[in-house]
Nanobody
């Protein structure tokens, strides 16, 4: 069992930055691929970014490429999402998720464990 706890969300003006963190419990964190997803009101949950177990491979949605950076620290059992140049359309609840499979996936159904989410609000 893996428990994930997100933090770092908040209210920020357009053009600003936030850094989300996701702390994981369990000794096997370093073997999991990790992903960030978001869900805005009335919309489906969508892929934001993912990172392989080693951190050697990263993937991004086109909408955040060049603005967001995913990273991980396996010694701290933590994955991060640095969000720069934020836009009002980035407003959503952001979730981190763990995928026990060796491949990195972008579909939410592929992920096995989820955090409770953290709200990010970007004002114009």
């Amino acid at each position: 069992q893996v428990q994930l706890v997100e933090s770092g969300g908040g209210l920020v003006q357009a053009g600003g930055s936030l850094r989300l963190s996701c702390a994981a419990s369990g000794r096997t964190f370093s073997s999991y691929a990790m992903g960030w997803f978001r869900q805005a009101p009335g919309k489906e949950r969508e892929f934001v970014a993912a990172i392989s177990w080693s951190g050697g491979s990263t993937y991004y949605a086109d909408s955040v490429k060049g603005r967001f950076t995913i990273s991980r620290d396996n010694a701290k059992n933590t994955v991060y999402l640095q969000m720069n140049s934020l836009k009002p359309e980035d407003t959503a609840v952001y979730y981190c998720a763990a995928d026990v499979a060796p491949l990195v996936h972008q579909g939410p159904d592929e992920y096995d464990y989820w955090g409770q989410g953290t709200q990010v609000t970007v004002s114009s």
